[in-house]
């Protein structure tokens, strides 16, 4: 059902020229992709609009919203609490950030829709999931998959609860899933001016208006998107955009390092102001 071209492995080197958030299912793996799509599902049965606020995560945008919190604020007491660079199973496309439409932030992050969506997801799925509405210090948007992947088991309660046969609920996930990858493809398409060819993409017409009228979109941030005919300064600017990229990556490791190495000391100073 899922398509690998919008997985992990095959996304990682072009959503890793990006430090910007996405709001996509590109890159997440693909029974992370299906979790998203059941969850969606499960949104709509709950009554609830679900989105992305954020799935895949670069190295980089993992250190972006790691690294204020340990710079700007004190090394032991990080105003953040974001995983490390490294540590983070967004960065594995194990992981996604929901909220829901809503006119202000209480309707979109309200807990009690988060708790509602993890009730109908596990009524219907049991709990191959977790959801850090559960964890102590709570994270209510994550949701993200076990090592052992998704069941593929539905609950007979569940269903019913519902008032669904099992083959309405795997053409409604099916749907969900098929739009989910739509959108995936179109910013991805946008932002990176890539071409996604998918196999068994939606349908053919789409596969060709993609590979051969449509013209790549202008920039959307930082990261080029050169039109055809500029194909060599195209691939310059990839290559300038992965160096900045890479660079930027450094001086940030840089800081990191002088700040902690200026924590050490001045630790070994209190230390010897003791002494
Ligand atoms: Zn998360």
Known sequence: MFSSDLSYSSMKSILD???RR???????????????????????LSGLDLRVGEAYRSYQR???IWAPGRVAGRLDEPKTFAA????????????????????NQEEQFSPEKYKKLYETYTDLYGKDIRWGGNWKSRDMP?????????????????????????SDLG????????RLQKIAIDKVEKRFGKKINIAGAPSQTRQQSVSTTRAPSPPANKVSAPTQAQAPV????????????????????????LAENK???GLKQSLLTII
């Open 263 to 265: 924590r050490i000391l």
């Open 142 to 166: 994550h949701f993200e998959t076990r090592m052992g992947g998704l069941s593929s088991n539905v609950s007979e309660r569940g269903l019913a609860k519902y008032n669904l046969t099992a």
């Open 234 to 257: 195209k691939k310059q600017a990839a290559s300038n955009t992965a160096t900045q990229m890479s660079m930027k990556y450094q001086n940030s490791s840089l800081e990191i390092l």
């Open 22 to 44: 996405n709001t996509t299912i590109a890159g997440l793996r693909p029974e992370t992709q299906e979790m998203v799509a059941r969850l969606g599902v499960a949104a709509k």
């Open 84 to 103: 490390a660079p490294g540590r983070s199973l967004h960065e594995q496309g194990r992981a996604v950030d929901v909220f829901f439409s809503g006119a």
């Open 62 to 64: 993992q250190y972006d």
């Open 171 to 178: 053409t409604m996930v099916a749907e969900e899933a098929s």
């Open 17 to 19: 020229q990006s430090s």
